[in-house]
Every structure is written in structure tokens, then in C-alpha cells.
């Protein structure tokens, strides 16, 4: 069980915390698919108590590494950006909008994960194993997805409409590469 401490092993404790994840976050996937939105939701919030004590372990035991870098932004672009947007497309956008408003819905929804991604990349291009920044430029995948939860939210208990839903999911993706300051937690 050494490989569980060991910074160079693709299977240290950090990365079996974001391989929960991932799990979490296909999981989700197929239970949105099957317009199952409760469960979907509860297991997107696992992945991201898990994404949350991967990267605390992966710095208080010093198992930081550009595996498990790399590997955190795959489980953030799935459980964050990919799972939200698909849960909102499934439960919002498609029993609600036909004809030119879904043709404009998935052309948000396609915007918001290209500007996840980029983020996404843009951060491992830029960023050291095992270093923490005080503030976050742009609003993390993480918060990003909270914002659409709970725009979800409001739509679900019909506070607001579709189309509303589409303003705030392009007005989020702009969010994640713009150069509003987040502070780290």
C-alpha cells in the first residue's frame, strides 16, 4: 500500500479521490440520461466534495504531480462543466424550447463548454504541482457549476423561464476567462 503516499504513482490517495470523482461524474452522466435529475445532482455534489479533499491531500501529504494535475482537470471538465450543461439541456432546454430557441440553447451550451475547457487548459498550462494562488483569475469550473445549480434551480421551480436559463449559462461560461478575481478557498 506504499503506492498510496508515493507523489509518482498514477494510484497515490490524491488521485483515487479525483478517480471518484470522474466516477461520480459518469454516473451522473447516465442518470441525466435517464431524466433521473435527483440522483444525478446528488452524485454530481459527491464528485465535488471529492474534488475539494483531493487536491487537500495531494498538498498536505506532498502527492502533487503533473499526473495528478492533469487528472483533476479531466474530472473538473466532466463534473463540472460536461455534467451540468448536459443536466441542463436534458431537464431545462429540451422539454421547454423548440425549433430556433434549442438551435440557440445548444449553441450556448456548446459555448460554455468550450469556455470550460479553455479555462481548464489554460490553468494546467500555467500551473505549478503543489502551488496554491491566493486568487483565482476567472471563475473556477467548480463555481461555475454551483452557479448553474442553482440557475437549474430557479428554472425547475419555475422562478425562471428557459430562456432566462440560456442568459445566465452564457453570461457564466463569459465568466470562467474573464478576469474577475476569485479568491482561493
Known sequence: MKFLWKPSSHFNLANLFTFVNITAGLMATYFITQNNFTVAIVLAWIGGAFDIFDGKIARKYKLSNEFGVQLDS????????????????????????????????????????????????????????????????G??????????????????????????VILFMLAIGWSLNSTIKVRHP
Not at 97 to 108: P, Q, T
Not at 154 to 164: R, T
Open 74 to 137: 479531466f474530472a473538473d471538465f466532466l463534473s463540472f462543466v460536461l455534467v451540468p450543461v448536459f443536466l441542463i439541456f436534458q431537464a431545462s432546454y429540451a422539454p421547454n424550447l423548440n425549433g430556433f430557441w434549442l438551435i440557440i440553447a445548444a449553441v450556448v451550451s456548446i459555448y460554455y463548454v468550450i469556455s470550460g475547457l479553455r479555462r481548464l487548459i489554460h490553468f494546467n498550462l500555467n500551473a505549478d504541482a503543489g502551488e496554491v494562488e491566493k486568487y483565482f483569475t
Open 139 to 164: 471563475v473556477p469550473t467548480p463555481l461555475g457549476a454551483i452557479l448553474l445549480w442553482l440557475v437549474y434551480l430557479l428554472n425547475a421551480y419555475e422562478i425562471l423561464p428557459s430562456l432566462g
